[in-house]
């Protein structure tokens, strides 16, 4: 992989941890106030508030929505990635 097409891998790896580092950050309560938790979060729940529209918060107060997000951003990069390739 090279050039533009590993250039648009790594966004779509970045997008994923940030994913995961919103569900940490939403584990851990005390994290939600350090600034660098404020910036995951800022840049990840305008991603995810299509999802919790639509998937309700499950039983427990369960947030399915990043796991969700988590699938459409792989399958998103694995399209991508494909069809760059294929140029």
Excluded: C, K
Aim: no cysteine; charged share 10%.
């Amino acid at each position: 992989m090279a050039g533009p097409l590993a250039a648009v891998d790594i966004v779509f790896r970045v997008l994923q941890v940030l994913v995961v580092a919103n569900i940490i950050i939403s584990w851990v309560p005390s994290l939600r106030y350090h600034p660098l938790s404020q910036w995951v979060l800022r840049l990840t729940e305008p991603m995810l508030r299509p999802f919790r529209a639509i998937v309700p918060v499950g039983a427990g107060g369960l947030d399915f929505s990043p796991v969700i997000l988590l699938m459409v951003l792989w399958l998103a990069q694995w399209a991508t990635v494909r069809l760059l390739a294929s140029l």
